[in-house]
C-alpha cells in the first residue's frame, strides 16, 4: 500500500494537515490550527502519509523519564482496518522504549486492537477528568 511512517523529527507534520484529519474523524471541532500547532511542538508524535497525504497520526504525551500517555491515534477513514494503526503505534513505542510505563484511554470496542499491540487491560484504576470550564 506504500505507507510512510515516520516521527515528527524525520517528517514535520504541519497542523493543517492534522486538523483535516482530526475533521475527517469527527474529533475537536473545536481545535484550531494554532492549537494543534502548539500541540505538535510539545509531544513525541508519528504520522502515516500515503502519496504525500497525512492518513494517519498519534502521539504521546510524557515526563521523558518515568511516564508516557498515548493519545489521539487517528486514521483517515478511506484507510481504516489496513494496519496503518498497528504500524503508528509501533513506531510511536520505538521512540518511547525508555520509558518504564506507557498508558493510554480508548473506548471499550477498540481494547481488543490495544491488547493486540501488547497493551493490557486493567480494572486497578479508574479513568477521571477534569475539563476547564470556558
Known amino acids: 500500500m506504500n505507507i510512510e511512517i515516520k516521527s515528527?523529527?524525520?517528517?514535520?507534520i504541519k497542523a493543517s494537515e492534522l486538523l483535516e484529519?482530526?475533521?475527517?474523524?469527527?474529533?475537536w471541532p473545536e481545535r484550531t490550527e494554532y492549537d494543534l500547532a502548539e500541540?505538535?511542538?510539545?509531544?513525541?508524535?508519528?504520522?502515516?502519509?500515503?502519496d504525500?497525504?497525512?492518513?494517519?497520526?498519534?502521539?504521546?504525551?510524557t515526563d521523558g523519564e518515568f511516564r508516557a500517555y498515548i493519545e489521539d491515534v487517528v486514521i483517515h477513514s478511506s484507510f481504516?482496518?489496513?494496519?496503518?494503526g498497528t504500524e503508528l503505534i509501533s513506531r510511536l513505542l520505538e521512540g518511547l522504549?525508555?520509558?518504564?510505563v506507557i498508558s493510554l484511554f480508548c473506548e471499550e470496542s477498540l481494547?481488543?486492537?490495544?491488547e493486540k499491540?501488547?497493551?493490557?487491560y486493567s480494572k486497578a484504576q479508574y479513568v477521571m477528568h477534569r475539563k476547564q470550564e470556558s
Open 8 to 12: 515528527i523529527d524525520e517528517k514535520p
Open 21 to 27: 484529519l482530526y475533521h475527517n474523524a469527527g474529533w
Open 39 to 50: 500541540m505538535l511542538s510539545k509531544t513525541v508524535s508519528v504520522g502515516a502519509w500515503k
Open 52 to 61: 504525500g497525504n497525512l492518513i494517519g497520526f498519534a502521539r504521546a504525551v
Open 80 to 84: 481504516q482496518k489496513g494496519g496503518t
Open 97 to 100: 522504549t525508555h520509558i518504564d
Open 111 to 114: 481494547i481488543p486492537f490495544y
Open 117 to 120: 499491540n501488547d497493551s493490557k
